[in-house]
């Protein structure tokens, strides 16, 4: 797999589970179902429309399940402490993005 200087993934199609948890593991991170089903959504998300999920929507998508935006906010930010595209787009094998919403 090929990954930038920062440790993105050039190209998201060579993404794997394994890939996921070893990221996760050097970012200190055990990855639970919660985690799972956020890098699933963004996964789909970027086969669908062909970029990555920007933060607002997997807000959204975590909202579904844990009710008002601003607790899925924070719940997102709890799961990925240090930031949602250095952390969640990482583990998820987006490419970095170039403007980003964080929510």
Same mark, same amino acid.
């Given at each position: ?13 060579? =993404? +794997?589970?394994? %890939? ?15 985690? =799972? ?10 086969? #669908? +429309? /062909? ?5 607002? %929507?997997?807000?959204? %998508?975590?909202?579904? #399940? ?10 997102? %930010? ?9 952390? /969640? ?10 403007? =980003?919403?964080?929510?």
């Amino acid at each position: 797999m090929k990954l930038d200087a920062e440790g993105f993934l050039l190209d998201p199609a060579d =993404w +794997n589970e394994d %890939f996921a948890r070893s990221v996760a593991g050097q970012e200190g991170l055990t990855l639970g179902d919660e985690h =799972w089903r956020v890098i699933r959504f963004m996964r789909e998300y970027y086969d #669908e +429309n /062909a970029i990555p999920a920007d933060a607002r %929507f997997v807000i959204r %998508f975590l909202a579904e #399940e844990c009710g008002h935006g601003a607790r899925a906010r924070k719940r997102l %930010f709890e799961m990925f402490p240090y930031g949602y595209v250095k952390q /969640a787009c990482r583990i998820a094998g987006m490419r970095r993005p170039r403007i =980003w919403s964080t929510g």
